[in-house]
């Protein structure tokens, strides 16, 4: 989901972008998986369980509830698996098929789920650089192989506020931006789409 829930490593997940275990924690409603859903196999025309997770970016669990309501209102069909496919395939019926023209028609998007701006705004609030505090030391280590004041930088990183290095051509700013990325030595995830209202 925004960026996308699936597409973090488990080993790499961070408690502020929990895997969700049902739609509630998704933050979404179960139309608009639906809706996303028709759409993914309007455009693909036959995809297995483990192939609309992976492209709509949420858990077999979540699809496979919502995909049982498409096959109740006759808007999808089931195929047999074949040898390439990883299990039971899904098929859009005509209603299926036309229903997804329409959502097409309002939105052309079939990339993976938006995140929800609350969730976004979580997020966010969690990467803040105020919860990553620079020691003096750490300044020092560095930027011990260049003549610049450490001192200065620290008071700058540490004051949560915008950075501005200005100076003449072939001074080094690129090289001082880098050495202070390093500094934060953490990846910042953000999400690729995020939804400010639950269609």
């Not at 989901?1 to 972008?17: D, S, W």
């Not at 496979?64 to 899904?90: C, D, P």
């Amino acid at each position: 989901m925004g960026f996308n829930i699936l597409e973090v490593a488990e080993t790499e997940r961070h408690p502020f972008v929990p895997k969700p275990r049902n739609i509630n924690e998704a933050g979404l409603t179960h139309k608009s998986i639906a809706n996303l859903a028709c759409k993914h196999l309007h455009v693909s025309g036959v995809a297995d369980l483990h192939q609309l997770s992976a492209t709509i970016a949420l858990s077999d669990t979540i699809l496979e509830t919502v995909l049982g309501t498409l096959r109740k209102a006759n808007k999808l069909e089931i195929l047999a698996a074949t040898q390439a496919s990883k299990g039971t395939r899904y098929s859009l019926t005509n209603k299926g098929r036309n229903e997804a023209f329409a959502l097409l028609a309002k939105s052309g998007y079939t990339g993976p789920v938006p995140f929800p701006i609350e969730q976004y705004r979580r997020v966010v609030n969690a990467q803040s650089v105020k919860n990553c505090p620079i020691t003096c030391h750490a300044v020092h280590t560095a930027f011990n192989d260049t003549i610049v004041s450490s001192q200065h930088l620290g008071h700058a990183i540490n004051s949560s506020r915008a950075i501005i290095i200005y100076g003449l051509p072939g001074t080094g700013k690129p090289f001082i931006y880098k050495r202070l990325t390093r500094l934060l030595n953490k990846s910042t995830w953000r999400p690729g789409l995020y939804m400010l209202k639950n269609l």
